[in-house]
């Protein structure tokens, strides 16, 4: 991780970008892809000149997936997984206000052929001579074990499936308390030594955004409380919650677009990329100078019977992808589009 | 008699939907139709906005025009109680309650041909249960229970708290209350 995350020393975690980067080509540090849940070509902008060059160079990319999806494409083998709903999962363990363990266990047995994660990984562990690490059959037997730890057991938390713990640190810092925290000075510091030692802007300086080209605007995307980003468009009960994303077109906007309401369009970028169609919502609730779509929508595989086609995609869209100097992160809300009528 | 209410904190609400889906399961409510859904109501000029999610469904009215105009009387009230119920054989679909129903919130027609809606899933609440949408909701913003009873939670609720109801000018006496 160190070897190709080298420009952001602070970060402990790996950089998506950097993976990425260092995937393609012969000498590429990385010969391999083990793709879990993650379409990567709708949570990465303009990665599909980059994941093909990358499926060309690597020599193998596995995805791991409970249905069909743009990434699925790539992979040289898929393993296909049962939904949270036909499985066992870790425990789900939070502070929080008050400490809760739940349990995330199988409503109904997988259909199909799909294994939960903790089978596929014991099994592929298996023929790796890995299986010392697996000393066990079923995951159950994990989990029984981790409640059995703390006096409880996987019976128990089958019946009950939420067992709540009394809290033992205070909620908040109590008032007048000198609290450490993990800096230098062990004080929160508006001046980071961290910053300084690594060559940053100790004091970091406001950068103002670019502004959208006349008759453009800025591109700003979000969630639905209905949908989880872009994996539950094709469940029938949510799909019909919210079939399609709308692009939020302010009132003055749209008077002067002359686009009305529920009107389809196609959102375009400075580069001349078209998006699918999509409507027209107009909305006291956008800025005048910028739209704004749901994430998520837009599918192109037609095995997902309802998502395909329905909505646009907005990371498609994104020509200018801001990548922050100091953690690597991605921001991908500096891009601009412009409304193109449909023509009846 | 019992007089069943719904309390619905709007300050919570987030509208998610996560009511009409737990109502379609429940109540296996063909796709395309709803029993319940979530009106979204921004008022104001950018950026001085409120913004008001609402999980609406038929308010069981202490005065229930559906009732007084269904010809063939499948409109009724379930047992002694507000609780307005279609009697699935009697109904001939002749949409008399649609028209009188100033919530809209009956369903167009039921493919078995008699017009739905709404039960404030009163088979659970003969189990001791709330209504499939109220158990469901994942902000807890939701309440059900007996209004007549002054010491249940919504009575303390509406007590304490700014509510209102949505078209109590038509005198239908709704049963569906929001925090706002």
């Known amino acids: 991780m160190a070897t190709v995350q080298k420009d952001y020393p602070l970060v402990t975690t790996g950089i998506s970008n950097a993976l990425i980067d260092h995937s393609m080509g012969p000498d590429a540090f990385f010969k391999g892809w083990f793709i879990y849940a993650t379409n990567l070509t709708t949570t990465i902008p303009g990665i599909r000149r980059q994941l093909e060059q990358a499926a060309d160079s690597l020599e193998l990319i596995v995805v791991v997936d409970t249905m069909p999806a743009e990434i699925t494409g790539y992979a040289d083998v898929v393993l296909p997984e049962c939904t949270y709903l036909e499985r066992y999962d870790d425990l789900r363990n939070k502070a929080e206000r008050t400490p809760t363990l739940a349990l995330r266990s199988p409503a109904f047995p997988p259909r199909h052929d799909s294994k939960p994660a903790w089978w596929i990984a014991r099994e592929l562990a298996g023929h790796l001579d890995l299986a010392d690490y697996f000393p066990w059959q079923d995951y159950r037997e994990v989990l029984d074990w981790q409640l059995q730890q703390i006096g409880s057991s996987l019976e128990e938390m089958e019946r009950i499936g939420v067992k709540a713990f009394p809290r033992k640190t205070p909620l908040y810092f109590e008032a007048g308390k000198q609290v450490k925290f993990n800096t230098p ?7 980071s030594q961290h910053l300084a030692g690594t060559g940053h802007d100790p004091l970091p300086r406001y950068t103002p955004p670019e502004r959208p080209p006349e008759g453009y605007f800025h591109l700003n995307y979000g969630r639905a409380a209905a949908h989880t980003f872009g994996r539950t468009i094709n469940n029938p009960l949510l799909f019909e919650l919210m079939p399609e994303n709308t692009v939020w077109v302010h009132p003055a906007a749209a008077a002067k677009l002359a686009v009305g309401n529920g009107e389809y369009v196609r959102l375009k970028n400075p580069e001349g990329t078209h998006s699918n169609r999509i409507r027209v919502r107009v909305t006291q609730r956008i ?4 739209v704004f779509m749901v994430h998520g929508f837009g599918h192109t595989d037609p095995r997902q019977r309802l998502a395909h086609g329905a909505g646009a995609d907005d990371s498609g869209l994104m020509h200018n992808v801001k990548i922050d100097p100091v953690m690597g992160g991605t921001g991908m809300r500096a891009s601009f589009v412009t409304l193109v009528r449909e023509e009846a | 008699m019992i007089n069943y209410a719904m309390v619905i904190d709007t300050t919570a609400c987030i509208g998610c939907g996560d009511c009409v889906v737990a109502c379609k399961n429940e109540n296996h409510v063909p796709a395309g139709l709803n029993r319940d859904w979530v009106v979204e109501e921004t008022r104001g000029e950018y950026p001085h906005l409120h913004t008001e999610f609402r999980s609406e469904r038929c308010n069981h009215c202490g005065h229930a025009t559906c009732v007084t105009n269904c010809p063939t009387g499948a409109s009724q009230y379930w047992k002694d109680t507000n609780i307005v119920l279609v009697a699935a ?16 919130a009956r369903l167009i027609m039921h493919p078995q041909g008699y017009i739905d809606k709404c039960t404030f899933c009163h088979h659970r609440l003969e189990q001791g249960l709330d209504p499939a949408c109220v158990s469901t909701c994942p902000t807890g913003c939701m309440y059900f229970g007996i209004l007549n009873d002054p010491d249940s939670q919504i009575s303390r609720l509406l007590r304490s708290r700014t509510h209102k109801t949505l078209l109590p000018e038509t005198g239908n006496i709704p049963n569906v209350y929001y925090l706002v």
């Open chain 2, 89 to 104: 054989e009697k109904c001939t679909g002749c949409k008399a309650c649609i028209a009188a129903c100033p919530y809209d």
């Open chain 1, 287 to 290: 800025r005048p100078d910028s």
């Open chain 1, 185 to 191: 000075s062990g004080r929160i510091e508006l001046y």
